[in-house]
């Protein structure tokens, strides 16, 4: 079993900044990928930034210069720093452990933490 441990979030102004970070912890396997997803009232989920166990990263557009995905693999912990935030960022963010075991490939899911910028 995996479990996802977030922190961070909380209000802004819009301008300012905000650290997310994800711990987990359990059946943990080499290769996976860690990640934000965000999801605002009346929308769907959708993926801010990625990071596979050997770092690859992937941003969405909206996030692209103001946000950066890192991790540290000793901790099993993922960190989101977002910038320059704009009201159009606020939603609950949700971490996501993505295990790829072939054929199998199992997602998990934070509690998430809500993110809110005022303007």
């Known amino acids: 079993q995996v479990q996802l441990a977030e922190s961070g979030g909380g209000l802004v102004q819009a301008g300012g900044s905000l650290r997310l970070s994800c711990a987990a912890s359990?059946?943990?396997?080499?290769?996976?990928?860690m990640g934000w997803f965000r999801q605002a009232p009346g929308k769907q989920r959708e993926l801010v930034a990625s990071?596979?166990?050997?770092?690859?990263?992937n941003y969405a557009d909206s996030v692209k210069g103001r946000f950066t995905i890192s991790r540290d693999n000793a901790k099993n912990t993922v960190y989101l720093q977002m910038n320059s935030l704009k009201p159009e960022d606020t939603a609950v963010y949700y971490c996501?452990?993505?295990?790829?075991?072939?054929?199998?490939?199992?997602?998990?899911w934070g509690q998430g933490t809500q993110v809110t910028v005022s303007a």
């Open positions: 996501n452990l993505r295990l790829v075991i072939p054929p199998r490939v199992d997602d998990y």
């Open positions: 359990g059946s943990i396997f080499n290769f996976n990928v």
């Open positions: 990071v596979t166990s050997g770092d690859t990263k």
